[in-house]
């Protein structure tokens, strides 16, 4: 990642307060972009943003529920307000709790889809304008949207349906709007991690979760090896889209 390359552009992140979002925000500023930094604990956006700024870096906090449309536009528009402009988005807000399907409450179902997915859609549905305008007027010439999916919408494992049908979906519609928008010069692209270090196993206890305890003991990622992922995505120049990457443990199987 060269520093400076985004400079002059406005990034939002989602679930920037922790994880992959966090870690997200710090490099993506690092390159050059304005943040705007969203997730529903103002307290812990303010702590990142803190630390953004005493770097040097220009941050927004934008303490939001996406899974409300009105709240992700909302979050879009400030930001627009605020910065002018909005030339990457990156969806890592996520959710994850496993179990058997005969004993999951229903509740946990709707949060996954609603976090997961509909939340991902809302910010995207009311970002792309403002992206595609960006793709215009922007000397790089592009603007990016990238979502964190997962392994787990690659396959599928038993006590996994739910989340496992919600990253599949965001695998799918990453695709589909990366064939939308390709010839208007906004790059989707698509991350699937394996297990990493971050609070999304921290949820729920997911001791009955197959999936959880087929990972064994192996080397986890860390949140700042996929925002390394993503960082490198997004300052490739406008010729160059990297439309999906997997990036598992080397222990995982």
Same mark, same amino acid.
């Given at each position: 990642?060269?520093?400076?390359?985004?400079?002059?552009?406005?990034?939002?992140?989602?679930? #920037?307060?922790?994880?992959?979002?966090?870690?997200? #925000?710090?490099?993506? #500023?690092?390159?050059?972009?304005?943040?705007?930094? %969203?997730?529903?604990?103002?307290?812990?956006?303010?702590?990142?943003?803190?630390?953004?700024?005493?770097?040097?870096?220009?941050?927004?906090?934008?303490?939001?529920?996406?899974?409300?449309?009105?709240?992700?536009?909302? #979050?879009?528009?400030?930001?627009?307000?605020?910065?002018?402009?909005?030339?990457?988005?990156?969806?890592?807000?996520?959710?994850?709790?496993?179990?058997?399907?005969?004993?999951?409450?229903?509740?946990?179902?709707?949060?996954? %889809?609603?976090?997961?997915?509909?939340?991902?859609?809302?910010?995207?549905?009311?970002?792309?304008?403002?992206?595609?305008?960006?793709?215009?007027?922007?000397?790089?010439?592009?603007?990016?949207?990238?979502?964190?999916?997962?392994?787990?919408?690659?396959?599928?494992?038993?006590?996994?349906?739910?989340?496992?049908?919600?990253?599949?979906?965001?695998?799918?519609?990453?695709?589909?709007?990366?064939?939308?928008?390709?010839?208007?010069?906004?790059?989707?692209?698509?991350?699937?991690?394996?297990?990493?270090?971050?609070?999304?196993?921290?949820?729920?206890?997911?001791?009955?979760?197959?999936?959880?305890?087929?990972?064994?003991?192996?080397?986890?990622?860390?949140?700042?090896?996929?925002?390394?992922?993503?960082?490198?995505?997004?300052?490739?120049?406008?010729?160059?889209?990297?439309?999906?990457?997997?990036?598992?443990?080397?222990?995982?199987?």
């Amino acid at each position: 990642m060269t520093t400076g390359t985004l400079e002059g552009t406005v990034a939002l992140v989602t679930g #920037a307060s922790s994880g992959i979002g966090r870690a997200t #925000a710090q490099h993506l #500023a690092a390159a050059g972009a304005t943040i705007a930094l %969203v997730a529903r604990r103002a307290d812990r956006l303010e702590e990142v943003a803190a630390k953004l700024r005493a770097d040097g870096h220009e941050a927004l906090v934008l303490a939001s529920d996406l899974t409300d449309a009105a709240g992700a536009h909302d #979050a879009v528009e400030r930001t627009i307000r605020e910065f002018g402009r909005l030339d990457t988005l990156v969806n890592a807000a996520g959710l994850m709790l496993n179990g058997p399907s005969d004993r999951s409450p229903l509740r946990e179902w709707d949060q996954m %889809v609603d976090i997961n997915l509909r939340g991902l859609m809302y910010v995207t549905k009311a970002a792309l304008p403002h992206l595609l305008a960006a793709a215009k007027d922007s000397p790089r010439s592009v603007a990016d949207v990238v979502n964190i999916s997962s392994v787990a919408g690659r396959v599928a494992a038993p006590t996994v349906a739910i989340y496992n049908a919600t990253k599949f979906a965001v695998t799918g519609a990453t695709e589909a709007w990366r064939q939308e928008y390709t010839t208007r010069n906004v790059r989707f692209s698509v991350i699937e991690p394996g297990r990493t270090q971050t609070e999304l196993f921290d949820q729920k206890s997911n001791s009955d979760s197959d999936f959880t305890s087929a990972f064994g003991e192996v080397e986890q990622l860390h949140a700042e090896d996929i925002a390394e992922a993503i960082a490198y995505i997004v300052t490739n120049p406008r010729r160059v889209a990297v439309n999906e990457i997997v990036i598992r443990p080397t222990d995982q199987p």
